[in-house]
């Protein structure tokens, strides 16, 4: 192979590789952060019962269930329910799309202390 084509190859391929990489971090700076959460359903509570985000973030959490089957649900205006069974975890996604302060809960109705069981997303 010719020693310029090979030159030229690499160049290109790091320029290709730089401009990915700003176009990475200029889509993250219009839509917000990654923001990974670990969530535990025990003993009838979420840990930690409390996350904060802030608009346009990407909230990624990964949702465990302890000790028995508990449910991550929250309504509108994100509408979602994950249910794990007991030590399972699920990975799930969403955008934080909508300011506001929204009540995560389980709602699965196994035990009637499922129904107590909340916590609380406040997106700023």
Not at 30 to 48: K, L, Y
Request: hydrophobic share 40%; with cysteine.
């Amino acid at each position: 192979m010719n020693r310029k084509v090979a030159t030229a190859g690499v160049v290109i391929a790091v320029a290709l590789a730089g401009a990915w990489a700003a176009g990475a971090r200029e889509a993250t700076k219009r839509h917000g952060q990654i923001r990974e959460f670990v969530i535990v359903g025990d003993d009838f509570a979420f840990s930690p019962g409390r996350i904060e985000v802030q608009k346009d973030d990407l909230v990624q959490l990964k949702f465990t269930a302890k000790d028995i089957a508990h449910s991550f649900t929250i309504d509108a205006p994100y509408r979602i329910s994950k249910r794990a069974s007991t030590g399972q975890t699920v990975v799930f996604e969403f955008r934080a799309d909508e300011t506001g302060r929204f009540t995560f809960y389980c709602n699965l109705t196994q035990d009637d202390r499922c129904k107590k069981m909340k916590g609380e997303l406040i997106v700023r």
